[in-house]
């Protein structure tokens, strides 16, 4: 047999090999954590043990972070009366994070809230609409720029409190990936509890189709392609209640005035590499409002979002305008661009289309 034969006969087998594989192995883990229902689905060889070490490392990170189970980091710090406390390298790594966050957000995210979301009862699930008086003596109390973090040890004034709800599950979600990313793991899906967390693409090496909720009812908003990133969504309507005259007040509150944020916002998604930013800043965002989103995002960048307001429009980041297809053809889609028209005075969604 010539060379050239034998050459086309390997080349044939090879494709014919390549067509019978079966299909990747594929690990699946779904459990309750963080008071939420997470599901993890990865791809590839040993890709279970990898979930179940990614699992257990949400598990013990809730332990350290739970603002209710006594015996957890935030627990002894709410708890310590004034007194410096010693945390867990990860609380600590968290806390940094928040506080910066804080910062950066000009305080639109709050780690010292909790106070103030006992009072509506968004803690217990005892709701109920608390005073103006007594929000105003709450929020004495609360400022994270009175946090003192000092390497591992935390010390609050008497009276204040932590709450890292609000980043907690986009870090754990960073960690679960680093550790499924150590087990070798190179294409997974993490959804926790609608942070969702995508590791490489596809087995078949196409980006994730993801799915983002409709903040005004069933079925989602739209498609999202995405690969190696968090795509992490906040809005009042995932956690609230509906008052006896009607009102219906939303877990995520405004630091300014204690109550529900109101900001014209119906959801927020950000797209980001990490998803401790994207948890971050779906929930401060959510508190700016869409004008003050907006110029967050062209100052700072590293970032994409995809805003819902509450009159219905939908504002997508230049970033991922292509990768995001509404379900409904007639939706109103606004693109945000980095660039200021000379011309025009103000921000352009024209010259992309
Ligand atoms: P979820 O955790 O429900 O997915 P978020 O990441 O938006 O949603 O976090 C909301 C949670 O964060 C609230 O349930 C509350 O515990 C806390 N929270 C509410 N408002 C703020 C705020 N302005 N800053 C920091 N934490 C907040
Ligand atoms: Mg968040």
């Given at each position: 047999m010539n060379r050239a034969l034998c050459a086309l006969l390997c080349a044939l087998l090879l494709t014919l090999c390549?067509?019978?594989?079966?299909?990747?192995?594929?690990?699946?883990?779904?459990?309750?954590?963080?008071?939420?229902?997470?599901?993890?689905?990865?791809?590839?060889?040993?890709a279970q043990a990898a979930v179940d070490r990614a699992q257990a490392r949400i598990e013990a990170l809730e332990s350290l972070w739970s603002v209710t189970q006594e015996g957890s980091d935030i627990y002894a710090v709410n708890h310590a009366q004034g007194q410096p406390v010693a945390v867990h390298?990860?609380?600590a790594a968290l806390l940094s994070f928040a506080l910066d966050m804080a910062e950066e957000t000009g305080g639109a995210l709050e780690p010292t809230l909790y106070p103030v979301l006992a009072a509506w009862?968004?803690?217990?699930?005892?709701?109920?609409?608390?005073?103006?008086?007594?929000l105003a003596a709450l929020l004495e109390?609360?400022?994270?720029?009175?946090?003192?973090?000092?390497?591992?040890?935390?010390?609050?004034?008497?009276?204040?409190?932590?709450?890292?709800?609000?980043?907690?599950?986009?870090?754990?979600?960073?960690?679960?990936?680093?550790?499924?990313?150590?087990?070798g793991v190179e294409s997974a899906l993490?959804?926790?509890?609608?942070?969702?967390?995508?590791?490489?693409?596809?087995?078949?090496?196409?980006?994730?189709?993801?799915e983002l909720p409709n903040p005004f009812?069933?079925?989602?908003?739209g498609l999202?392609?995405?690969?190696?990133?968090?795509?992490?969504?906040?809005?009042?309507?995932?956690?609230?209640?509906?008052?006896?005259?009607?009102?219906?007040?939303?877990h995520i509150l405004d630091p300014e005035t204690g109550r529900p944020a109101d900001s014209g916002l119906a959801?927020?998604?950000?797209?980001?590499?990490?998803?401790?930013?994207?948890?971050?800043?779906?929930?401060?965002?959510?508190?700016?409002?869409?004008?003050?989103?907006?110029?967050?995002?062209?100052?700072?960048?590293?970032?994409?979002?995809?805003?819902?307001?509450?009159?219905?429009?939908?504002?997508?980041?230049?970033g991922i305008a292509d990768a995001f297809t509404p379900y409904e053809d007639q939706a109103a889609v606004r693109v945000l661009t980095r660039e200021v028209r000379a011309d025009a005075g103000h921000f352009s969604q024209e010259n992309l289309e």
């Open positions: 390549a067509c019978a594989a079966p299909e990747p192995e594929e690990a699946q883990a779904s459990f309750f954590a963080m008071n939420t229902y997470m599901t993890m689905t990865a791809y590839g060889a040993n390298e990860e609380t009862g968004f803690t217990t699930d005892a709701h109920r609409v608390p005073e103006e008086a007594e109390n609360v400022d994270y720029a009175r946090v003192r973090l000092q390497g591992e040890n935390v010390q609050l004034d008497p009276g204040m409190m932590l709450d890292l709800g609000a980043v907690g599950k986009g870090y754990a979600g960073d960690l679960a990936a680093q550790a499924l990313r150590e087990g993490l959804n926790l509890g609608g942070n969702v967390q995508a590791i490489g693409a596809r087995p078949d090496g196409s980006p994730w189709r993801l009812g069933e079925g989602g908003l999202l392609l995405a690969q190696d990133c968090a795509v992490i969504t906040s809005g009042n309507y995932e956690n609230y209640f509906v008052a006896e005259d009607g009102t219906v007040y939303g959801s927020v998604t950000i797209v980001a590499q990490e998803g401790r930013l994207g948890d971050a800043l779906s929930t401060s965002l959510f508190v700016m409002g869409a004008q003050r989103a907006e110029a967050f995002w062209r100052e700072r960048g590293g970032f994409d979002m995809i805003l819902v307001t509450q009159a219905g429009e939908i504002l997508v980041t230049e």
